[in-house]
């Protein structure tokens, strides 16, 4: 079963087409949480590695009946060093433990015997004294093509030989990305031919569900051009920032949507891990994310049933 098959399973099965992203900011972390690692570990990378790590464990703990994956933002582990690190790769370990599907978010990018060990690490093998191992082995992971197929090539070869996936940058959700994603070359803008491209690579990756294991970042904020984009990739599913925190609600992702009600992993995360800042009870984050987790689910699969998308 190849990844697309796999995600749309479990997005069916949890009847969620949602993910909820581990953006564990240290800063933003419960108080008291912090202040128990501090006094047992001391003021140091391991103690902020392994608050964070028990901070995501009971976020997980929360969520996992309610949503299918996880999506993991490196920068605020990479940040902390080795220490940080391990928390990363004991979240990825946890959560696949807790039956998720983990979506790494580095958008690695580079080429040639690079961009080979980038994927090699993340999604493929790595050679142990001979050997041929399994490293930090994500789901998925998010790619920045602006390097050129030199620097995708590696990743699909490991999408396709290792069961993994792939979201490919193509319209972001920042206000900034039209500085380049939208100039124009021709008559068409540079997010209409990076769409041709996420196409085309994904043609030979479909799943018996009909979806490619090759996806596409396509931001929620701009709900027009996701309209033009979904034509361009009708078979691949798109990871859609910018729901929430961002400003996006549950009217601007449906165009992210196929007519059968998939093709979409809706992400958001400040708003549903960091929920207990709205009420100040910190001791309740875990049980306050999960509502938020839930609310989020009804207003995206209430939008779909109302829009009449799909079989919701």
């Known amino acids: ?24 900011d240290f800063t933003k972390l419960p108080n008291s949480l912090k202040q128990d690692f501090r006094e047992r570990f001391g003021s140091n990378f391991e103690a902020v590695g392994k608050c964070i790590l028990e901070f995501n464990r009971r976020i997980m703990d929360s969520i996992k009946d309610v949503v299918p994956a996880v999506k993991i933002q490196m920068a605020f582990y990479e940040q902390y060093g080795h220490q940080g690190m391990k928390a990363f790769e004991d979240t990825v370990t946890y959560a696949k433990q807790r039956g998720l599907i983990v979506i790494e978010d580095a958008k690695r990018n580079d080429i040639g015997n690079t961009a080979r060990a980038y994927s090699a690490g993340h999604l493929g093998r790595v050679d142990l004294f001979g050997d041929s191992v399994r490293s930090i082995d994500v789901d998925c992971i998010t790619v920045n093509p602006y390097l050129g197929s030199d620097g995708i090539v590696p990743f699909l070869e490991d999408v396709k030989g290792n069961e993994k996936g792939v979201f490919i940058l193509v319209k972001t959700s920042n206000p900034s990305s039209s500085e380049l994603q939208d100039l124009t070359s021709g008559d068409r803008k540079i997010y209409e031919i990076m769409a041709d491209y996420v196409n085309k690579w994904g043609s030979s990756m479909v799943g018996e569900k009909g979806y490619s294991s090759v996806g596409a970042v396509v931001g929620a904020t701009y709900p027009k051009e996701v309209k033009i984009l979904r034509k361009i990739m ?8 910018g729901y929430g925190a961002q400003g996006g609600g549950a009217r601007d992702v449906l165009p992210s949507f196929n007519p059968d009600g998939f093709g979409a992993l809706i992400h958001s995360a400040r708003g549903v891990i960091f929920a207990y800042e709205k009420t100040g009870d910190e001791n309740e984050f875990n049980s306050l994310a999960r509502e938020a987790a839930l609310r989020m689910k009804d207003d995206i699969t209430l939008a779909l049933k109302e829009s009449k998308i799909g079989n919701w």
């Open 1 to 24: 079963m190849n990844f697309a098959d796999r995600l749309l399973e479990a997005i069916d099965k949890k009847r969620n087409p949602s993910v909820i992203g581990l953006d564990s």
């Open 234 to 241: 009708p078979r691949s599913i798109f990871l859609v920032p």
